[in-house]
């Protein structure tokens, strides 16, 4: 076997696969890994898209949001339209910190409890 790996060439790996994995992490302590980079697809910018830009518009504009959850919706949309996210990564991201923000401690009021709902993956 150490043979065929030498053969191969002084270049290449026996066996191993070219991953391609982008990591955001937040305050060093919530990983999030995207699903885009690791599984490369077409983003859309369907109806889908357009209702989740339009959600986080609304949200950044109300003044019951608190600014920890307006700088994650900020975040989102700049993600969303460099390209980095689809929705379904946005959603993911979204979901993630918010309940990592009341794991943490935070209380939602009912406002950032509508939000999170709204955020639901869907097929």
């Known amino acids: 076997m150490d043979n065929l790996k030498k053969m191969q060439g002084p270049g290449k790996r026996w066996n191993e696969e070219q991953k391609n994995e982008v990591h955001y992490e937040r305050n060093g302590l919530f990983r999030f890994e995207s699903l ?65 923000l009341v794991h943490q401690g935070s209380q939602l009021n009912d406002y950032e409890r509508k939000i999170l709902k709204s955020f639901k993956n869907k097929p």
Request: hydrophobic share 35%; no cysteine; glycine share 4%.
């Open 36 to 100: 885009t980079k690791q599984k490369p697809r077409k983003i859309k910018r369907g109806k889908s898209y357009q209702v989740f830009m339009e959600n986080i518009d609304i949200y950044l504009d109300s003044n019951e949001v608190r600014l920890e959850i307006k700088k994650l919706l900020q975040d989102t949309k700049d993600y969303l339209l460099q390209g980095v996210f689809d929705v379904f990564d946005a959603n993911r991201y979204l979901r993630g910190n918010i309940y990592f």
